[in-house]
């Protein structure tokens, strides 16, 4: 079982900077890809970015070119540093991993972090 503790969120004015950050521990033998999900009130869970363990990335339309995803595999961490913020940023971040065992794919989740982009 791996545990994802994520750090980094907080309030922030439109056009601001933040940095989330998680760690992975536990059982991170297998991990492949490793990314941020965010689910804004009312909304559905949605993809941010994730970056698979060769560095290969993937992103949103609505944050590429002001988000950019980054992991260390020596630390089993993966940060995500978020530019030019905008109130429809404002979401719960969540961490997940993807670990892999064959034959068996497993999903872990973090608890969450707030950004809040607001004046």
């Known amino acids: 079982q791996v545990q994802l503790v994520e750090s980094g969120g907080g309030l922030v004015q439109p056009g601001g900077s933040l940095r989330l950050s998680c760690a992975a521990s536990g059982t991170i033998v297998g991990i492949t890809t490793m990314g941020w999900y965010r689910q804004a009130p009312g909304k559905q869970l949605e993809l941010v970015a994730r970056i698979t363990n060769d560095g290969n990335t993937n992103y949103a339309d609505s944050v590429k070119g002001r988000f950019t995803i980054s992991r260390d595999n020596a630390k089993n961490t993966v940060d995500l540093q978020m530019s030019s913020l905008k109130p429809e940023d404002t979401a719960v971040y969540y961490c997940?991993?993807?670990?892999?065992?064959?034959?068996?794919?497993?999903?872990?989740w973090g608890q969450g972090t707030q950004v809040t982009v607001s004046a």
């Open positions: 997940n991993v993807v670990r892999f065992r064959w034959p068996t794919t497993y999903d872990s």
